[in-house]
């Protein structure tokens, strides 16, 4: 197939999921493809097994020669727009694009996008989950949640049988800042909260980089917003607007209302109810994920799906490991994992999910954010702090004086420590705030050593 790319050096800007997908697409479209990464070929073996044997490799840094003698630069979610060999592309006039563009580019699927601070990937994850239940059609479910959409459009080229009629996506702001020609045909921005500052500089520039998921949407399109977000709920869209809310009733959307003592999520368009159902009847607890069923439920009309139908089986749907996952009840004390919370928005909401008090074990590597943020939440709702990771003193400062604190050198002793300060009727939450790389190699990990530490704790209650 003619594709533009034929016979074109590309060169693919980090090694990981997303550029070894990118290299694997670019090399069926026949460019000329060379990876460069700043570790070390000892660090790379195994992605240099899993990259196409075409494909040339360069380690550690490179001269700005390197990124400006290519007809295309095409760089993973985790290298920073700024990063000199990029800008050194882009001075001399070098197409500079991620692997979601590229992908993008030659997939032919329509796609359903979500972004948002918090809630991506079990709103991703239930819209598939709609969709394979209503449709009896799975729908291809990839982006940043661990699947990239290069592998998609891989099949397209090589003109693999495709049985997907639509692609669900998580989108994050580092895949959105090299968008260009990417659209969705329904888009969905969840909520924005502090994170990634360390990479943004500052909200106004994290909040427009999200903001780019709508950029190319028409009136054919759907936008799906949080119409409770300050600056969502002013943002002009093309796409026909629905907002999800659980503080007022929109024209078009979603909303929770309460009804005598049960909440109650309503769909509606104008003054027709289209759907209802009890909040008690779901798998998934906390209020957030209220407002991630609306947006989930929202987005799935746009496939087609009937609001009831979809409401409906969204109910069966149960929260992924390390969101907001119960564990274990021990003397009373019941623990959670939401090692998922890798910023204050998250952790907000999940405090905001127990009626209970709670003890709470946070830190890791903090991502430029200010903890203080948290400072309400904690005031209100935490009865003791344990802290761990790099950040632990600048949390220790920044909340200490909200609620009784003490350090912790590790998991198991963070687990140990809370469980001397709950009582019985308390809940102990992990809800990082902050990335886990300093302590471990992702979120999942983390969320494992909890899981084994309470597992831990329970078998010394035993003994004992």
Known sequence: MENGLRDKSVLVVGAGESGLAAARLLEALSAQVTIVDQKEPEELAAAKEMAPKSVEWLFGEQPDQIYQNTDLVVVSPGVAYDHPGLVAARDVGRPVIGEMELAFRFQKLPIIAITG??????????????????????????????????NLAYDFVNENLISYKWAVIEVSSFQLETVD????????????????????????????????????????????????????????????????????????????AKVGEEEVLYLVDGSK?????????????????????????????????????????AKDFAPGDHRLKFVAEINGVRYYDDSKGTNVGAVARALDSFPESVILIAGGRGKGLDFSYLWPWVKRKVNGLVLIGESREKMRQALGGAARSCMANSMEDAVIKASELASPGEIVLLSPACASFDMFKNYKERGEAFVQAVKNLTKKRKKK
């Not at 994850?125 to 290069?150: D, M, Q, R, Y």
């Not at 759907?275 to 609306?294: C, M």
Request: glycine share 10%; aromatic share 8%.
């Open 273 to 313: 109810i289209l759907a209802e159902a009890p909040w008690s009847a779901f798998q998934l607890t906390g209020v957030h994920n209220q407002e991630n069923v609306l947006a989930a439920v929202g987005l799935t009309l746009a496939a087609g799906v009937k609001p009831d139908k979809a409401l409906e089986v």
């Open 181 to 256: 020609l990417f659209k969705a045909n329904a888009a969905a921005f969840l909520n924005l909260t502090p994170d990634h500052l360390d990479r943004h500089g500052d909200m106004a520039e994290y909040f427009r980089a999200k903001c780019r998921i709508f950029q190319r949407q028409t009136s054919q399109d759907l936008s799906v917003i949080n119409e409770d977000d300050p600056l969502l709920a002013i943002k002009r869209v093309s796409g026909r607007r629905f907002g999800f809310s659980r503080l007022k009733r929109p024209g078009f959307g979603g909303y929770v």
């Open 117 to 150: 601070s918090n809630g991506k990937t079990t709103s991703t994850s239930l819209v598939g989950h709609i969709l394979t239940k209503s449709t009896k059609e799975s729908p291809f479910i990839g982006g940043n949640i661990g699947n990239p959409l290069a």
